[in-house]
């Protein structure tokens, strides 16, 4: 008969914040701290005082682990669903502290309304977020973990509650107030997970159970695995991760970080985290997922998150066994991971060679995995010496752009970096690249697919968005402007428009999804975009071109001269064409731009 995959019982509330103040139970910081609105504490206190089901905690038991003198030592519980609950109850029963979504410290305090229990309105409200009206309120009750506390006696409060409140009588008060304190024996079902259980079905159960709430990932596992192991550290490098992905986001977090965690201020780990502080980057502002698998992938060549947590638990893939050293290794190794991919240089480095490679803006970034590897790259290269420094960027250029243009990453990454990550280590990196150019990047792609790929609306397509970071590395002008580049259109916020206007082809009864095509977009300035209006290309681009052949200085901004007007379409992958066509002639069009668009991004890839 196959081995249980759990077990499941009652355990009261009391009990089981028993367990975690006993350090018998861990509850890991994951990356999202406590993202429960206030309310939702609230509602949790009201259900639970009424008696309804508010759902189950699992468990999971980290294996065994043989240490270097045979011995084995005994893992830890780790809750793994039901975090959000029983922090809830933690701060509002127990009094203690969270860290909210903004990772500032602090007590939720939920205030209880004896009169309203008493009421026999069914809407009252008995619990609220405590207020400071309701701090001054003699009704309401401000804090409820007062009445949880040890120091808690009836013998003082309710006298003194129903001397301020005479429509409650003692005995009265001393029911309501016994079953807000029966609140701590409720019962939560707890499903124990088996130790036994293979690491990938306990992640795969991590992710499942916690799809229908804050949606989490192995990511998420793998920082719920080190933030509950203290032996090796662990709680500290979670925090390394946590804190560099939210300056990453937030420089300003840096002062409040270093002045309110004072013990991870004592670490040398705040220090190598100062620079972020000053950090205005945007284009690539890493996640705790992408830490922890760029770290992993760079150090210990391997890409599936399951793996890392197999390792940080012990496991010998060899022998299936859990031992102590296999555990202090890969901490020790990841720790190394971690401390290249937060470092000042490597990052900027790896971000020059990207944003030089045309991707100045988030906005032309729509997913980070193929980052992910590309600074993987930058690392094993930097590491490996595999070429001149002075090579490596354009190698992680060609890298992350072909990734890119192919979508290598877009389905089922982790089985894609796998694969590529044991070729490199096989081959090396520049063996394995120029494998997949030979594979990959035909006469039939550049020539048919990537056209193909350009025939789409979106404007976050993600060969459209090579094609603009090829214009920012050729630094073109942009369509009609005399001196406005590509690049400062796009790092303003600039707009795209249509070159034939919008409103010129729904005039002439095309749909939003013939006009909104990708061969139909270009960026443009305002002023030009105002001389275009709605007329048709034969009508705007003949006058610009008239213009250019007067010279007429009095149009601030537009092109004046007419090498520079043809060399302006050519740049923008206009056809000389379209100086003759109208809504008849717009399909033609499409096609005639697609293939120079896509001329284009093969140009700009082989020269990078």
Excluded at 216 to 231: P, R, T, W, Y
Excluded at 545 to 560: A, D, M, V, Y
Aim: aromatic share 12%.
């Amino acid at each position: 008969m196959e081995n249980e995959k759990y077990s499941n019982y009652p355990l009261s509330i009391n009990a089981i914040l028993g367990l975690i103040e006993a350090n018998d139970i861990a509850i890991p910081e994951i990356q999202r701290p406590f993202v429960w609105k206030k309310t939702q504490v609230r509602d949790l206190i009201d259900s639970l005082y009424k008696g309804y089901p508010t759902g189950y905690i699992i468990l999971w038991k980290n294996p065994n682990v043989k240490l270097k003198d045979g011995t084995m030592s005994s893992g830890k519980k780790i809750l793994i669903d039901g975090q959000q609950r029983i922090t809830a109850l933690m701060t509002a029963i127990a009094g203690r502290t969270v860290f909210n979504s903004e990772y500032q410290e602090e007590r939720i305090k939920i205030a209880f309304n004896p009169l309203a229990a008493k009421s026999e309105n069914s809407g009252a409200e008995m619990f609220a977020v405590a207020t400071p009206a309701i701090q001054k309120s003699k009704w309401w009750i401000p804090d409820i973990a007062d009445l949880f506390r040890t120091s808690y006696s009836s013998f003082k409060f309710i006298p003194q509650y129903c001397e301020n409140n005479p429509d409650i009588e003692p005995e009265e008060l001393e029911r309501i107030i016994s079953k807000v304190r029966g609140i701590a024996n409720r019962m939560i079902g707890v499903i124990d997970l088996s130790e036994n259980l293979d690491i990938d079905v306990v992640t795969d159960i991590f992710i499942r159970i916690n799809s229908k709430g804050t949606p989490l990932s192995q990511g998420d596992f793998v920082m719920s695995k080190i933030a509950a192991d203290e032996i090796h550290g662990g709680n500290t490098l979670r925090k390394v991760i946590d804190y560099f992905s939210h300056l990453a986001v937030a420089p300003s977090f840096y002062d409040y970080l270093a002045s309110h965690d004072t013990s991870f201020a004592a670490t040398p780990y705040l220090q190598k985290l100062a620079w972020l502080k000053d950090d205005t980057e945007t284009v690539y502002d890493p996640e705790c997922d992408d830490v922890v698998r760029v770290a992993f992938m760079c150090k210990l060549k391997r890409a599936k998150l399951s793996n890392l947590v197999s390792l940080l638990s012990g496991r010998s893939f060899e022998t299936r066994e859990f031992k102590e050293e296999i555990v202090e290794q890969t901490y020790k190794d990841f720790t190394e991971g971690v401390l290249k991919v937060i470092n000042e240089y490597n990052f900027k480095q790896f971000m020059i060679a990207i944003k030089s490679a045309g991707f100045i803006s988030p906005r032309l970034v729509n997913s980070n995995m193929a980052l992910d590897f590309a600074y993987t790259i930058y690392l094993l290269l930097k590491e490996s010496g595999e070429v001149p420094v002075e090579d490596i960027k354009r190698y992680v250029q060609k890298w992350y752009v072909f990734s890119v243009l192919t979508g290598r990453y877009s389905s089922s990454p982790e089985s894609a970096f796998a694969k590529d990550l044991r070729l490199i280590c096989e081959r090396g990196v520049m063996s394995v690249l120029m494998e997949i150019e030979n594979a990959t990047l035909s006469d039939t792609f550049w020539n048919i697919a990537l056209v193909q790929e350009l025939s789409y609306t979106s404007t976050n397509n993600p060969t459209y968005l090579v094609f603009l970071a090829a214009q920012i590395f050729f630094n073109d002008i942009s369509f009609l402007s005399a001196n406005v580049p590509v690049r400062e259109l796009i790092v303003l916020g600039g707009d795209v428009h249509h070159i034939f206007p919008k409103q010129y082809l729904m005039d002439n009864h095309f749909n939003k999804s013939q006009y909104n095509q990708e061969a139909n977009y270009v960026f443009l300035d305002r002023p030009v975009n105002i001389s275009i209006g709605k007329k048709a290309p034969n009508v705007y681009l003949q006058e610009a071109r008239n213009h250019c052949l007067t010279g007429n200085p009095n149009s601030p901004g537009l092109i004046n001269d007419i090498d520079k007007f043809y060399a302006n379409l050519e740049a923008n992958c206009v056809p000389v064409e379209a100086l003759d066509m109208d809504f008849h002639s717009y399909d033609s069009f499409l096609e005639k731009r697609r293939l120079m668009m896509a001329a284009k991004i093969k140009q700009y890839y082989y020269s990078l």
